[in-house]
Structure formats: C-alpha cells, structure tokens
C-alpha cells in the first residue's frame, strides 16, 4: 500500500531537492506551492502525512496546522513542520497548533527519511 504525502512548499528549489530525496521512495507525493494551495488540495484528497513549510505566502505553515487540525480527516494524520527558524523557538506554538515534528532547515534529508518511515509503520501498526 503506498502512502501519500502532501509536500507544501513555496521554495521551488528547496521543493525540487525535496521531491528528488522522496522520489526513491514509494509514497506518492503532490505538491502544493503555498499554505492556502495545500489547504485546498488537502481538503479535497486525504494525505496520510503532509510536510509543511514555516513562512510561506497566502497562508504560512502555522495557519495551515490549525486549519487542517480542525479537519476531522486530519486529526490524527502527521503533519510535520519545516522552518529556517530557531527549531526550538516555535516547536511549543507549532505542537500546540498541530504539528507531530518541527524541522530545522536546510533539512537532514537523512533524518527527515527517517521521520517519514516512522510515522507510516507506526500507522501500518495502529
């Protein structure tokens, strides 16, 4: 069974760089090119995870965590947060919105791998 994750990125080369690292997998990603885009293409499939970028145009990353907290599709999806910013300095708000994970950038693509591969057995297992 393939999962699909939703890549939401307003940086083309930092959205390329992510895909061409998430292309040796076998999720099936769709891309969204800023916060109210994701939001509307996260309203109209279901994404069993979405990667979402801090500071993005339209809609940022924190605003899109509420929004799709308050999706009953995605109450317990994981959505993990990347940002240029301190990690540490926005997890607590970002968890209290509805982040699972707060990422630093430029990502460990290694770590975020990682990351990935543990929340799709932990929802195989559940």
Avoid: W
Avoid at 64 to 77: D, I, P, S
């Amino acid at each position: 069974m393939a999962f699909s994750l939703l890549l939401v990125e307003d940086n083309e080369r930092t959205r390329e760089n992510i895909l061409d690292v998430l292309a040796k997998t076998p999720f099936q990603i769709t891309t969204a090119v800023d916060g109210l885009d994701g939001l509307n293409l996260a309203k109209l499939g279901c994404f069993d995870m979405v990667l979402i970028d801090h500071k993005m145009p339209l809609m940022d990353g924190m605003l899109l965590l509420k929004n799709l907290r308050e999706e009953a599709k995605y109450a317990n999806v994981p959505l993990l947060l990347m940002t240029t910013s301190d990690p540490e300095q926005i997890a607590e708000k970002a968890k209290r919105l509805g982040a699972d994970l707060v990422l630093g950038k430029p990502l460990d693509m290694d770590l975020l791998l990682l990351k990935i591969r543990q929340y799709t057995q932990e929802s195989v297992v559940a």
